[in-house]
Each structure stands twice: as structure tokens, then as C-alpha cells.
């Protein structure tokens, strides 16, 4: 491995840093026109009438869009088919499309949608988890029950009466909203031939292409999909994208013309989705040393108007609701519900940072009922190489949760942190460990599988189309250094092209963390198709045994003789004999066995480990949170680019920071009344800890050269870990986040909320 566990320099570094890549906003096309969105100003009722005579008369404008125009199916929902593309008469939530306006040019898009005068009738909205559950009439869909999941191993009514103590909590976790840099954004153009092209800020093309092809009525491989250079997603870009590339698309059959959509940043707020608020209650029942026997633990989820990805949330914190531990008595209720508020999705971490707040606050409550240390509690419990997962998963390889939080402890000199208590502010310390499933898991296997195509040229450039997305965290460097590992070749010849429907199989979602698991095993497999032609090629130019032949360091070598040639003599030789030098590689990840009634199985195939240590300190008289250091030790399987994984442990802690203490997310009858960044406070670099990121590296046999995810377990402890450590500085259980000053002043004052 000459490349692998290198920290290779990003190659999209120069473009970006430069200003030479250009994004949607940088880009036209011939003849293009521009949309605007028109969506509900309610949160729920009915339209009886569009009015477009003064919208009609500004200057450019060309069309209007809406239900009427869609060619065959209304509906855009991506797991459950609960939502229109445009509403036709019902609306749901303050942003539900209505239709798009087209202009000449995006000034007057804009202008135009603001005069559509739409008459409503207004229903009593569901504003909340409690209002929703408790309906019983006028229910937003069928009935206001999104998706339920459930876990049921062993028995809890024994368990607990086995227990020497039984503890119950409730826990809140807010909105997030992604605030990617580059808001939603695609340019659809109608090509003669009966396709469509499109271009769009994504990190899913494929969900595009069906979505597309729904809407229409028409094969997908009529619908070409390319990623642009893409402003960040963390999970606002997988589903979103369809809705917005396909309301355009219809637009652009039907007037003829290249249309181009940007959402402003306060139509981008209000419209797509953000991280699902949690409620949760948890009683579990433990022995006098702190071993877990039992536990009942009930998640409620705020779905928005629709359910879009809350199935697949719901079953990932249903799956790790009591988080990396052994207990042999679990129930589990994750229970979604509809409200007339901004549509909930995925969200880096996808459902298991809510979780991971719940059951590590709850340790930490525990071990402070039975005065233990809470990294004694958690060490008592936590899984091993031979132990059970809460659903009766029995994990044998890459295993690191035990060496994260032995690690990052001595990392943060866990025993003496004694800092002086007497003034102003006082200090705390947290733990958090977490454990996450690589991938989709077994309610998404059927998907669960990944592509790449590999050309090679004459030249020895090496071109490498794949079919996950390049969104900000590293993708391209990691394949590269991947294909260039599995060629024996330098980084400096491959080129990573830009995603494409048109050059790889369908290779599923960007999401879950799968892009070097899934891409470096079909890497992988690529190879092993290219690596005997090449070898053979190289046997007749050299004129030895095919078995003989190396191909190492850029180098083609015949082992018996020590003769060397370069790998683009090779190449050369290959071009010009007519050999093959384009081939497709394919991964799936194994067949789970999984029983979806109960939650008892194999939920994923693998899993990363993290513990996040918070120091933080309070000020006691105004109530702000200071994060002053975040230990990061994180089980990755096998490093490939250690500066990326170290990039990706800051971005995520950082993320987490903000959720857990800046970012307070609100709304009025469903409007969002945190629309900027003088409202909905991201930190910034003042705000932001220092992070010391630790590597453990426990491979797993199923990743590629053992890797495992990165990207969403960097985020998942950061929440509790700092709560945990807020509320050991403050001597209160605070149960709650964000941790605004108001929150903690409270708190201070005894006026828990």
C-alpha cells in the first residue's frame, strides 16, 4: 500500500481555493431562462384560485408552471409517495410548491412570483410532535403516523425486575438547519432527441433520474444527470435536488428552453428540509456496579408535511437507540409524525446524533445516580469483539469502541481534570461514544451497491468515473489514491471525472458515509478484471510469463529478469495492439439477515466507533457555552488519507458544536423566523474548539483495505459529549439542546424548561 494511509494533497484544492471552479451560479447555457419557486404562505389548508394577471405583466416573464403541466405522475416521494411534486389544491406547509414561475431573467422570476395571488382556505395546523400524535381528526396524510420502527430482544418486564435500579430521563433535540455555502441550485435542459439533461447541485443523481423519469413517464435513461461543482450538502442535497430538478424539468419541456433554478438563501430555509427534532424518554434498569440489564426507550420524531426520508431515519436511531453497549433486555419505539411544518430529511449522522445525545446523557445520568465515574459505566458495558449489539448483531471483527474511549481519555487526562471551581465560570468534562452502521443497512440493502468505470489511455492517464459525488469531503482524493493503490500506478496519472448517469451504473445514494466503502471495493473489483490484461499485455511486450509480471510504483516489472518499462510504455503498447482499457467495477454490500417486525439482526454489516471527550467552560453569569477542546478518537477501519479523515473529525465536530449550542432554529405558525446568519447562528472560527483528532484502526474485512466510514460518525458524539460536560460544570442535568445562554441561565435560575 505505497498510497494508501498517505495524506495526499486534495486535487480540487487549487480550483477551489483559486476561484476557478465555477459553480451553478457561474454557469449559463445557450437561450437559458430562469425560475422562481411559488409555494404556500399557509401552513395547512386548501387553494381555490392562482391569480397571474400582475404577475403576468413584469417585464420577462415568460410561464408559469404548476399540478396542470405535469406530464403523467404528480409525485415526488422518495420512499413513501405522500408528496406532490405541485400541490395540487392541499397544502401542508409554509413552502409547499404551488409552481415556478419563468422569466428571462432571475430578477424577474423572483419579482413575478412574489405578485401570484393565491386564494386559501386555512385548516388548524399541527405544530408539534404532541399535537400530531394526539389527532384524532383532519389529519394531514391518511393519519399523522409517518413510519414506525420498533426493536423487541428479550424481555423487558424481567429485565427490569432484575435490576437493582431503574432510572427514566426525557431528552429534546432541536431542528438543524444545513446551511451548505451553495443553495439549491440545477439548470434542466430539453435536448431534440426526447432527453433531458440536467445539471444540478447534488449529491444524488440517480434519485434525480427516477424522479425524473417518474414525473414524465419515461425510461431513465431518457433523464442524463451530471453533478456541478457542489457548494456542500451534508445530506440537504439528497433528496431536495429531485424535487427542485423536476419541477424545472417540466418547465423546460414545456416552454422549450433551458431553465435554471437558484433558490435565494431564505426560500432555500424555508423549503427544504432540516435535521428531525427528537423526543425521547428512556428508563433503564442496571445492576448495583453499573451493568446495563434493560431498557424501554421511546423516540418521537417531527417528520414535517412530508415523510421523505423519516423510514430510513427512524430505523437508524431506532437500531442504535441504546447506543454501542451490551444489554440483553431492549424495546425500542422510534415513531415519526406529520406536522405542517418544513419536511424533515436526511442530515449528516441521519437520526443518530439524536440518538446519541438520548443514550449517552442517559449514561451519564446513571453513572451519576450510582457515583461512578462515567468512563468506568460505560467501559463495564461497552461492546467487544464477540458481544452483542442491541439487536442481537454479534460483532467479531473491527471492533475499536473499547480503544476510542481508553485513548481519548488518556488523550484528555481524564482522571486529573480538576480545574478551580470558585469563580465565574466554571469547567466541565464529557464523554460520548457512539458506534454508527456503515452504509444503508438492511432497510436499504436492496440499493446498497456501487459502481465505478476505469479507462485507461494510451497516454497512461487513467480516467475514473464514479457513481457516489464529490460534495466538499474528499472524495477525490480518496479515489484517487484508492485506484491508483489497486493499479500500482501514481496518483498524478488518474483523473476523477465529474459524476455522471451516463458513465456508471446506477451506484444508489451519496449518503450513509458509503463513498469509500462502496466506491474503493468497486475499485477493487475493477482491478481485478484490469489487473490480467494489463499484466498479460505487459508479458508479450516483454516477452516473459504473465505470473512474472509487477506492476508497482508507476513501474511495469518482470520480477525474473529485473527489466523494467514505464506504465505508459505499457499503455502505448496496449493503444496501438487493441487491447481493452475500459472496465467497470461493481460492489454490494453482504446480504444481511434482518427481521424488520422485530429489529433483531444484522442492522449493518459493519460499524464505526467514536468517543468525543468535551472540555467546556460556563459563564455562570451570562449563560454562553465555551467549548475549549474537543478529543476525537475515531475506529476507521484503515486510514486511506489521514488529513482527510482529520478534516472531516473537525468539519463534524464543529457541525456538532453548533447544534449543541449555537444554532436555535424557529419558526411562527411554520415561518421561519431564523432566515440568515444574523438569526440562526453558526459558529464561527471564535466559536469553534480546537480539535485533536486520534485514529484507531481496526479493519474491517469487508472494506476496502479495511476502511470503514468517516464522515457522519465525526458529528454523531459531539452533541452529547458537550452536554454531558455542561452539566457536570453546572452540577444540573441538562437534558435539552442547543445550550443557548437563555437555556442555561434558566437552568442556573432552577427554571428547567
Known sequence: MSIIGQSLTRPDAARKTTGETRFLTDISVENMVHGAPVYSSIPFGEFKTIDLSIAEKVDGFIAFVSAQDVPVENQIGVIIPDQPLFADKTVRYVGDSIGLVIAKTPEAAVAASRLIKVDYVEENPYLSIDESRDATENFIHESNLACQHRV????????????????????????????????????????????????????????????????????????LVEQAPTGGAFGGKEDIPSEVCARAAVAAVKIGLPVKVVYNRRDDIQLT???????????????????????????????????????????????????????????????????????????????SPQAAFGHERMMNIIADKLNMDPVEIRLKNIVKPG???????????????????????????????????????????????????NCLGAAGWHMDGSGVNIKISPSGDIYVAYGLVEMGQGSETVVTQMTGDALGVSPNRIIVLPTDSVQVPDSGPAVASRNVVMTGNAIRNAAQTLMPILKKAASELMGCDASEIAIMDDKVTDIESGTEISFHELCD??????????????????????????GIGEAYFSYSFATHIAKVRVDTLTGQVFVDKIIAAHDVG???????????????????????????????????TTPNLSTYLLPTALDVAEVETIIVEKPEPEGPWGAKGIGEPSIIPTAGAIANAVSSALGIQMNEIPLTPERVLNAINGKIE
Open 152 to 223: 423487541r430482544k428479550g424481555d423487558t418486564d424481567s429485565g427490569f425486575k432484575e435490576a437493582d435500579h431503574i432510572f427514566e430521563a426525557r431528552f429534546k433535540t432541536p431542528y438543524q438547519e444545513h446551511y451548505y455555502l451553495e443553495p439549491q441550485a440545477c439548470i434542466v435542459i430539453p435536448e431534440k432527441d426526447g432527453k433531458i439533461k440536467i445539471l444540478g447541485s447534488l449529491q444524488c443523481p440517480f434519485y434525480i433520474q427516477k424522479a425524473v423519469a417518474r414525473v414524465f413517464g419515461i425510461a431513465t435513461d431518457k433523464i
Open 273 to 351: 428540509s432540516k435535521r428531525h427534532p427528537f423526543q425521547m424518554h428512556y428508563k433503564v434498569g442496571v445492576k448495583h456496579d453499573g451493568t446495563l440489564v434493560a431498557a424501554n426507550i421511546l423516540l418521537e420524531e417531527n417528520a414535517g408535511a412530508y415523510a421523505t426520508l423519516s423510514t430510513v431515519v427512524s430505523y437508524r436511531s431506532a437500531a442504535q437507540a441504546m447506543g454501542p453497549y451490551v444489554i440483553p433486555h431492549i424495546h425500542v419505539d422510534s415513531n415519526s409524525y406529520y406536522t405542517n411544518l418544513p419536511p424533515t430529511g436526511a442530515f449528516r449522522g441521519f437520526g
Open 387 to 437: 458481544s452483542e449489539t442491541q439487536t442481537a448483531q454479534v460483532l467479531n471483527e473491527s471492533v475499536g469502541a473499547e480503544e476510542t474511549i481508553r485513548k481519548a481519555t488518556k488523550s484528555a487526562n481524564w482522571t486529573h481534570f480538576n480545574p478551580d471551581q470558585s469563580g465565574r465560570y466554571k469547567h466541565g468534562i464529557g464523554i460520548s461514544t457512539i458506534h454508527y452502521g
Open 573 to 598: 503498447f496496449m493503444g496501438k495492439s487493441n487491447v481493452p482499457m475500459e472496465f467497470t467495477g461493481w460492489w454490494h454490500t453482504p446480504k444481511l439477515e434482518y427481521n424488520a417486525e422485530t
Open 638 to 672: 484503515k486510514a486511506i488519507n489521514p488529513a482527510g479523515i482529520e478534516g472531516q473529525v473537525e468539519g463534524g465536530s464543529a457541525q456538532g458544536i453548533g447544534w449543541a449550542t449555537t444554532e436555535d432554529f424557529k419558526m411562527d405558525r411554520g415561518v421561519v
